[in-house]
């Protein structure tokens, strides 16, 4: 699973005058029984922390006991974070309401819903193998069980003394290690797995269900994703003018950063602004990712970066950079 907190950058001018609101995103929205998923829950307008999480909506589907793990709320700019760990052990297609998070003014806000697809996970034959899948509740454990054991271990402890009093003058022969060679399954590289996951978040078409600012929350932490892994940055842990910086610390291509930050600019804009871009922006900003990272895999970047227009009417001339 994933593996670090990541902020999202709050824009100077949005956040002048950008309402509070709270927006939550599943990571991974596929896993099996037994598995974790992380959920991020992200509020912007509050000065203070944020109080707690209320996960009464959710509790006939997932019990207060399956969230294995809380981090505490972390601040970047004028957004703030939250991560939990929730474990699920039965298949079923979830569909989770809407959280309250309630701020220290007194104000309740209400988050986007989700949903959670739980697949069984594939059973072998034997029946031993049940056990990796749910535990067995077991009687309480006693010493008298155990006897026929320890009379075992005590009589290989003295027949080792009695081999070793018999044969401690003779030295021992040198012990033959065999190892066998394990194959490393193959790694997964940062492009491919971005790529993937922006195909994958193509077929979501958020949009269409109007669900326009999961489709960005999402699109923001793939491209973060990306760079953290090809670049070993935090950049899920920073705000875009940080990873601005960190892009060029470490010599990343002036084209890429300029392209790096226009689209999480432009993803920023929807999340805190409330901009409502035309239709065929949704899908335009992933392409435009993709062509970025293809092109920056290959070593072609181009040298001047064409903005995406976020104007509504896509009759509108896209914007270009100077």
Excluded at 138 to 150: I, K, N, T
Excluded at 295 to 320: C, E, F, I, W
């Amino acid at each position: 699973m994933v593996k670090r907190l990541f902020f999202l950058y709050w824009f100077w001018p949005i956040g002048l005058w950008a309402q509070p609101g709270a927006v939550i995103s599943l990571q991974p929205e596929r896993i099996e029984t037994g598995d974790t998923a992380v959920l991020l829950v992200f509020v912007n307008g509050s000065n203070a922390a944020p109080g707690d999480v209320d996960f009464f909506p959710w509790s006939d589907q997932i019990p207060a006991q399956n969230i294995v793990r809380r981090s505490p709320w972390k601040r970047s700019g004028a957004q703030w974070m939250r991560r939990f760990t929730l474990i699920a052990f039965d298949s079923a297609s979830l569909k989770l309401p809407p959280l309250k998070v309630k701020l220290p003014s007194g104000t309740v806000l209400e988050t986007n819903s989700t949903q959670l697809l739980v697949f069984p996970t594939p059973g072998g034959r034997d029946i031993s193998d049940m056990a990796k899948i749910r535990d067995i509740r077991r009687e309480p454990e006693s010493w008298v069980d155990y006897w026929l054991y320890g009379a075992g271990g005590l009589a290989l402890l003295l027949s080792v003394v009695w081999w070793w009093w018999k044969n401690r003058r003779k030295p021992a022969p040198a012990p033959v290690v065999v190892q066998s060679y394990v194959p490393a399954p193959p790694a997964i590289s940062a492009t491919e797995k971005a790529l993937a996951q922006l195909q994958a978040l193509r077929h979501k078409q958020y949009w269409k269900h109007n669900q326009i600012k999961e489709h960005y929350v999402e699109f923001s932490f793939i491209l973060r994703e990306f760079l953290e892994n090809q670049f070993n940055i935090p950049a899920l842990e920073s705000t875009t003018l940080e990873l601005t910086a960190l892009l060029q610390k470490n010599a990343a291509p002036k084209a890429l950063q300029t392209q790096v930050e226009q689209l999480l600019q432009q993803a920023d804009m929807v999340k805190y602004a409330q901009t409502q871009p035309a239709s065929h922006i949704h899908e335009s900003v992933l392409e435009k990712a993709q062509i970025l990272i293809n092109a920056y895999h290959s070593g072609h970047l181009p040298k001047t970066p064409v903005a995406t227009n976020m104007n509504t009417n896509p009759q509108s001339p896209p914007d270009r950079l100077l």
